[in-house]
Nanobody
Framework: QVQLVESGGGLVQAGGSLRLSCAAS????????ISWYRQAPGKQRVLVAT???????DYADSVKGRFTISRDNAKNTVYLQMNSLKPEDTAVYYC?????????WGRGTQLTVSS
């Protein structure tokens, strides 16, 4: 079972930027897709962005043009660069890894955007 560790969360003002990291315990080449999800208080966990083994990316409409997902295969790490942050981006951000027979989650990292 792959282990995922998120980091980089914190408190930022609206309009600011932050980069989240998701470090995997094994090669990213062994994982079909890695995604970032977020869960705001009292709401369901929702998909934010995905990057596949081949490098294809996809984003939720709410973050398109503001967030960028990327990967560093040498470091087994996936990043989420978040720009033009809004208070509604406040949530716990989780990393998810999927391949056949695997659906792994990290513990999450808190992002708070103040207005």
């Amino acid at each position: 079972q792959v282990q995922l560790v998120e980091s980089g969360g914190g408190l930022v003002q609206a309009g600011g930027s932050l980069r989240l990291s998701c470090a995997a315990s094994e090669s990213l080449y062994s994982i079909s897709a890695i995604s970032w999800y977020r869960q705001a208080p009292g709401k369901q966990r929702v998909l934010v962005a995905t990057i596949t083994r081949g490098g294809t990316t996809d984003y939720a409409d709410s973050v398109k043009g503001r967030f960028t997902i990327s990967r560093d295969n040498a470091k087994n790490t996936v990043y989420l660069q978040m720009n033009s942050l809004k208070p509604e981006d406040t949530a716990v951000y989780y990393c998810n890894a999927q391949r056949f027979g695997l659906n792994a989650w990290g513990r999450g990292t808190q992002l708070t955007v103040s207005s």
